[in-house]
């Protein structure tokens, strides 16, 4: 009878707790397959959440980005070889020029358009792999278009070869790297994106006295095998933060079209075609604009080396500024400026001191896009989709390679001052992507003042 009422007031006590305590006795309510794992639930619990928190640096997230932004330099500067090959092929070969132009056209191509490739060959054999794959094809491509006796043998080496190796590692590196950061993703990622600046300004000086003494064949080989070895540092750099399962992935999974019903992804690939349209034309026309207005062939030269280095200062300055006022703000100032000083300095631009005050303008605010495409995709869709999400905005950017094709025929066909069409193509190009780019924010946000 005693026993009766002391298990009815047990029951009582047990049923007046409140539904949500967590009652645990150990040894009895434990879950059996914690048990016979040697867990304690809560605890498993606390490990994974300690595991997915971001560590936002520390000495492996910065040899990552260290090994990125050396794979990046590298992958930088060939295209001061179309000068020699001009003059050596001018006498034989009809529109020398423009056949030649078609290789930078071809690398830029198969760089953007190989993402979905590098995704599933990652799916299958892990980053490693995939990043030794790429520096093999980088490498290869380089060494062998020193071999090269006609135009079309530079458009599979240096062209696809090498395109496709240099997407390799970039889209694998950039799929790896964001993990590690949190609040200094954009200056992360804006250091790697530098290595593109640094490229541009370094390896013109390294290649045109290797050039001139031993020719181009060795020059591509030598610069083959630099490649190689500081793409085999990033190789042994690069980790992924958690171990990847390795289950071969379609390309449905790969290019999720999904993404696409996110009405903000839709408007920032606009923007970022927009903006992209009018980035080449002043690195690839100043030179040929400063000779037309009768300047030497060295001052139009030190106008794209000044762009380069300080495309190379702006690509860090994005990082940092968009970790303090939002990815998407610094991107839209950055483009209003690059915008307007193309409408303002450029086209009044007829002598030596004015190009060189618009080449250090705009080479500091027009590269944003390369340190902020990475986040703001990210910030959009999540770690989850951002691959994919990435993957398609620069597979868009192919259409973006052909803005100087454009505006080379807008200028053919106007009948105006000469440049003039480069000039206004480019500078629209960037007010048009700024106005993209507020629509954007506030599809985002509506308060004026927030961080996005």
């Known amino acids: 009878m005693f026993g009766k009422k002391r298990e009815n007031s047990e029951q009582s006590d047990v049923s007046e707790r409140p539904k949500n305590e967590d009652i645990t006795v150990p040894g009895e309510n434990d879950d059996i397959s914690s048990t016979r794992s040697g867990t304690v639930p809560g605890i498993d619990q606390e490990k994974d959440d300690i595991e997915d928190k971001i560590p936002d640096g520390g000495l492996r997230a910065w040899l990552i980005v260290l090994g990125a932004f050396l794979m990046v330099v590298t992958s930088y500067g060939t295209s001061v070889m179309q000068d020699f090959y001009e003059r050596q092929w001018g006498d034989k070969v009809d529109d020398v020029q423009l056949q030649l132009s078609f290789v930078g056209t071809f690398c830029l191509i198969f760089a953007n358009a190989c993402g979905p490739i590098a995704q599933i060959m990652r799916s299958i054999w892990g980053t490693r792999i995939v990043l030794l794959i790429g520096t093999f094809l980088i490498a290869i491509g380089l060494i062998i278009a020193g071999f090269s006796k006609e135009i079309w043998h530079l458009y599979l080496t240096q062209g696809i070869l090498f395109g496709t190796g ?10 790896v790297a964001p993990g590690y950061f949190d609040k200094k993703r954009g200056l992360a990622l804006g250091l790697i994106a530098s290595g593109s600046g640094i490229g541009g300004l370094i390896m013109p000086f390294i290649m045109t006295p290797i ?70 034309i002043p690195f690839f026309f100043l030179p040929s604009y400063a000779t037309w207005l009768g300047l030497s062939s060295d001052q139009g030269s030190s106008l794209v080396a000044v762009s380069s280095a300080l495309n190379f200062v702006g690509r860090i300055l994005a990082g940092i500024l968009a970790d303090r006022f939002g990815v998407v703000n610094i991107n839209t100032i950055f483009l209003f400026i690059s915008g307007l000083c193309t409408l303002l300095i450029w086209t009044f631009a007829y002598d030596y001191g004015t190009l060189m005050a618009y080449s250090a303008v705009f080479g500091c605010f027009s590269g944003s896009y390369f340190s902020l495409v990475s986040p703001i995709t990210l910030n959009i869709l999540g770690m989850e989709r951002f691959p994919s999400g990435l993957s398609m905005i620069l597979m868009s950017n192919i259409i973006s390679v052909f803005g100087p094709n454009i505006a080379s025929a807008i200028d053919g066909a106007a009948g105006a001052e000469p440049y003039f069409a480069y000039k206004m193509f480019a500078g629209v190009s960037y007010i048009v992507a700024t106005f993209v780019m507020i629509w954007l924010k506030f599809s985002l946000n509506r308060k004026i003042f927030t961080k996005v």
């Open 166 to 175: 240099v997407s390799l590692m970039y889209v694998t590196i950039m799929a």
């Open 211 to 280: 050039n001139n003494s031993l020719g181009a064949g060795w020059t591509y080989r030598i610069v083959g095998f630099i490649c190689l070895g500081c793409d085999l540092v990033a190789c042994l750099l690069v980790r992924d933060r958690k171990p990847l399962s390795k289950q071969r992935k379609k390309l449905s999974e790969i290019i999720r079209l999904d993404i696409f019903k996110n009405k903000n992804f839709r408007i920032w690939g606009l923007g970022a075609l927009v903006q992209m349209l009018g980035y080449y």
